[in-house]
């Protein structure tokens, strides 16, 4: 249960309501997830965070699909079980498929494995490493 | 400074030579960074974490380059020194520019941002995102 | 569910109601929530929370409604679900508004995004910034 | 050592330059940190974070001193070491005592304290938390 | 609800079959837990994570129990919701009583305090501490 | 460099000595490490960590060495630097061998992975598993 009250498209201002409008054209659908709607009690924040998602994603140096599949890996490690539903379902929107999430948490177990050896061996960065 | 003495090549027991001869065989390259020398204090621990970097890292239904920077993506996220470094280098190795670092770390920080106003919201998972 | 049984007032030792009857009486409140009831398992360690907790809550040299906020901060940060409603639920006591809140994610949110940028950048600590 | 090439004021473009003026106006310094320096790599990246930065942090609903204190919360839970150094300096600059810091440090390690104890034991969120 | 379709024994494939057995011999259970029947979407990774789990949890230079106890104390410092659920069972299992559990915990709240204080007034490491 | 001032011995006042005092009575040392030098600037801080630290450390139903090994697991988990020398230090002074140090890191690097693999995944924890 959210901890403010989701803001829904009918009962939204014009400003919160433009918002939602673009976000829907511009991932083509013909809803809006609980995310924004909980956002919105700020607009302020709605748009801006809106803004940022919208072109950070956009296509760029790096593929859309990667870019959702990094979305992923951060929000599993992190443990966000909102944004591990949501990504995993943009994601799949996507092309992402099931042989392809299976080799995504691979790697993210990996990674989160080898971070605390280091971090808890404690070992120095090889000077060939540096930039 | 590592909590355990690094295991030189000059140094190691056969067991450990043969996974450094791998490791430098697969990686091609012709000398063994700190990680794996710390490692080899316990060369079953050695030969079992390179096992897994080597079978999850190698091509599959993901582009190695693609792990290599979502490797990135959990190291930055975790804020290990040592992993973002080595994974780094290894990631320009295989091709990415500064672009794609950048955009990679602006997709890291997103993702990092609304994973926290997801769960500091606490919004519920919306029906359609489930499986 | 949680992994102990909890201790309700009516089945507890002198020793622990002695700790509920603090806690109600310090919070002016006629209820002992689930964390205290869970941690009552062990006498000391309920105590010992407490006393850290109403010492470290109390009026100091910071408001105690800007200490609910950073708690509310960090326990979103650590995706403490527990924590996050029920500091919640303090910090709306103390005076705390949506308007508050929102913000209050907004920082949260930036700074865990900034975190990662500066960590995944491993950029240096500007000399000014020393003490 | 910063992954990429810090970009420096007389090295950088005219829209680098527009961000970085704009950083020492809006904070009456006359110098970049270089966090910024290593954002300008992405000038599109330098203006977007620079812009959340500027607008979170204003004033609002909150004081923008409690903000840098909650930003410094996040940090240290985070153990990001550069973004602890820099808000430690913006808070102190915005008349942050040494016993404010001390007292901030002491809610920051109990929310972590009884984050995990909350999340380890399961805890189930009382009802009368629920908005 | 797992993000892919859990796989059963009944539907399982010989090489699947062949780890669930392994599994359920080792532990001296008569049934699979839903961790497995997701990793079996991907039987490489299935075979990969429990070899792993088999050689690490296995007796060595330390005690088993205290293994996983350890285990137990990462999954509450991550909030791992069905890893702090699995492995306590498994801890209980081995003998850890609720006197222990709640020991761990206590210290597990304290490191997770302490971290934070060391890295949020980012104190030198003594050099009397560096081996 | 530490974000407060110090401490040292001679120049503190007798509250923070006579921390200072059992501290080094308690741990049958001859110093003070920098961690409570730091805390010193709180003296009513320094006491209550210490007393805490004093507390949950001392032997009861757990060994004092497990106690310290998960203290260093939990350290490493998130990172701190300072914590994972001073507390391998402590460690090893009560008997834990090179050969325990590799075997709980480990069980540390594996309860990472299995962590971030059942939250990515959203596994649900299985009844059997509840209490």
């Known amino acids: 249960m ?9 009962d939204a201002s014009a400003e919160v309501r433009a918002v939602y409008d673009d976000i829907m054209k ?3 659908v013909d ?3 609980n995310f924004w709607k909980a956002l919105a009690r700020d607009p ?4 801006r965070v809106w803004e940022n998602v919208k072109q ?6 790096l593929d859309p699909l990667v870019k959702e599949m990094v979305y992923v890996a951060v929000s599993a490690t992190n443990g966000c079980e909102y ?9 799949r929107k996507q092309g992402m498929t099931d042989a392809m999430l299976m ?3 691979a790697v993210v177990g ?17 000077e060939r490493f540096k930039p």
């Not at 959210?2 to 009918?10: G, H, I, N, P, Q």
């Not at 944004?83 to 994601?91: D, M, N, P, V």
């Open 2 to 10: 959210s901890l403010v009250t989701l803001v829904e498209y009918d």
């Open 26 to 28: 511009t991932r083509r």
């Open 31 to 33: 809803w809006i997830n």
């Open 44 to 47: 302020a924040q709605l748009r």
């Open 56 to 61: 950070v994603m956009a296509p760029g140096a």
């Open 83 to 91: 944004c591990t539903y949501s990504h995993t379902a943009s994601a």
């Open 103 to 105: 080799e995504l948490m």
């Open 110 to 126: 990996l990674a989160n494995q080898t971070n605390r050896l280091a971090n808890g061996l404690r070992v120095d960065v090889d």
